[in-house]
């Protein structure tokens, strides 16, 4: 039996936003765990849908497990000196009091950027290595949207990353993430190690991996296979502005030859679809205009994606563009979720459900140009923001979103909450009595992660291009780190 260290840090940073995520937000209870330590981690994780569950599933009583610390920031500005500090000095601290042990395993994100380090996973994983020395094997998973480096592959002897996005994959990467750290234990590190990275950004409308190309990269994926330690894709996330942005292949294997062979064969089939990458996007009025037509005749709600006010990937969910298309066009039966406004929540609380008052809802963060959205409102339901998700891409999470309330205006209700909350699982609509089939159209504020739970409900799905702090193409992002000849799309112009 094996003593195995365990534990996870979390966030997917988006440069280009404020605010700075800090420790408090990482210490708080959302749609996720709050910072969990010690025995704690294995009670918040072990009946979940994260990578970490996975792992801890897969691995049963086999082994001694060392639990660390587990958190999760989510999405959002850079993290903070102090968050940063405190969250890897207490991993790195109860790792280096637990000494020896015989494997490490951490659920990562790989695309975040702090205020000090711009390769944050690069930098806690430097750490790790240096408190376990160069013999105990170091197995890592991955975000679809990390973005690798080579620090980050240099320090560990597996890195899986998710097959899918939307992630609907997060359990099953932790148990393939087990299979390689049982193959770590008997033969020890591996030597070889194969970084490359794509010479072109993809924007995260284009990775999902239900259409090509995404779908057949990522079947080309493996983990203790033959020579191989793992083979591993991941698309990365543009938002995050450090040298290393972008798309990778990366490979451990039992030889460098075996590690080359396999990440170049890998990136040139990359390189070679690079013209398919493409969704189409709209503006809002169309969007609503064309959801409306198909609507008449349809048994199944019209899907709007909200794709840059994301809050999966740095938005606010508080923008204004997409509801003001809705009301303005007279749409019936639409229903958009979750716009993020606790002052307005509180508001409804106080009112009372089928109470009528008037609020500025929404637009209280920008970007520029972006207003809250004044009107009279009904009450038509309250919630208290506490449920268990359901879907395929997060369920089985006790969530905690504070105040909810479902108002109305015309024909159009809006799900509103006092956190950030991504439209990726049914329940929050149904906590407010709401059942998202029923409904003509539905708006959500998500730019892929919806299609795992709302595509198969759904008559058809168009992606709009209302204003938000997640820009869906790169090549408009303000760029200081991206090293420079990378195409900043697909086909698109180059970083100069």
Avoid at 107 to 131: I, K, N, P, Q
Avoid at 211 to 237: H, K, Q, W
């Amino acid at each position: 039996m094996a003593r195995i260290a365990v534990g996870g840090f979390h966030h997917e940073t988006n440069c280009f936003v404020e605010p700075r995520t800090d420790f408090a937000y990482f210490a708080s209870h959302r749609d996720r765990p709050p910072l969990v330590r010690g025995e704690e981690v294995i009670r918040w994780l072990s009946d979940t849908s994260f990578a970490l569950s996975g792992f801890l599933g897969a691995m049963g009583g086999a082994h001694e497990f060392v639990p660390l610390v587990w958190t999760s920031g989510g999405a959002g500005g850079l993290v903070t000196r102090d968050a940063f500090e405190r969250i890897a000095g207490e991993m790195v601290g109860r790792l280096s009091a637990a000494m020896p042990v015989d494997a490490v395993y951490l659920d990562l994100h790989g695309a975040m950027v702090t205020e000090e380090f711009e390769d944050g996973e690069g930098e806690l994983l430097r750490r790790v290595r240096a408190a376990v020395g160069p013999a105990v094997p170091v197995a890592i998973s991955l975000d679809y949207h990390a973005n690798v480096t080579p620090q980050m592959v240099q320090a560990t002897d597996a890195l899986l990353g998710y097959l899918t996005y939307p992630h609907v994959d997060r359990i099953e990467t932790g148990e393939r993430a087990a299979r390689a750290v049982e193959l770590l234990l008997r033969r020890g590190r591996p030597p070889g190690r194969a970084l490359r990275k794509t010479p072109f950004l993809i924007p995260l409308n284009d990775q999902c991996t239900l259409v090509e190309p995404s779908r057949s990269i990522v079947a080309r994926s493996a983990a203790a296979e033959g020579e191989l330690v793992n083979l591993s894709y991941l698309a990365g996330f543009p938002p995050s502005d450090l040298f290393w942005c972008g798309p990778a292949v990366v490979a451990h294997g039992w030889s460098q030859e075996a590690a080359d062979r396999a990440a170049d064969a890998l990136l040139r089939e990359i390189v070679m679809q690079e013209p398919n990458f493409a969704v189409e996007m709209v503006s809002p009025e169309e969007g609503v205009a064309r959801a409306m037509a198909i609507a008449r005749d349809a048994t199944r709600p019209v899907v709007i994606a909200d794709t840059q006010d994301n809050p999966g990937c740095g938005g606010n969910a508080d923008t204004t563009g997409l509801l003001r298309a809705l009301v303005e066009a007279g749409a019936e039966g639409a229903v958009l979720g979750f716009l993020c406004d606790a002052e307005a929540a509180r508001a409804a609380h106080a009112a009372g459900e089928g109470a009528e008052l008037r609020i500025a809802l929404g637009g209280r963060t920008g970007p520029e140009g972006v207003t809250p959205f004044e009107a009279r409102f009904r009450v038509a339901r309250l919630g208290s923001g506490r449920f268990r998700t359901t879907g395929v891409v997060s369920g089985g999470r006790e969530a905690d979103v504070g105040p909810m309330a479902l108002l109305t205006v015309g024909g159009v209700s809006v799900a509103v909450t006092s956190k950030r909350l991504q439209a990726l699982d049914q329940a929050p609509f149904r906590h407010l009595g709401v059942e998202p089939a029923r409904q003509r159209i539905l708006a959500l504020k998500s730019t892929c992660h919806f299609r795992g739970e709302f595509e198969p409900i759904a008559e058809a799905v168009i992606v709009v291009l209302a204003p938000g702090y997640y820009g869906a193409d790169p090549a408009k992002y303000p760029y200081r780190r991206l090293r420079p000849g990378v195409r900043l799309r697909p086909l698109g112009p180059d970083r100069v």
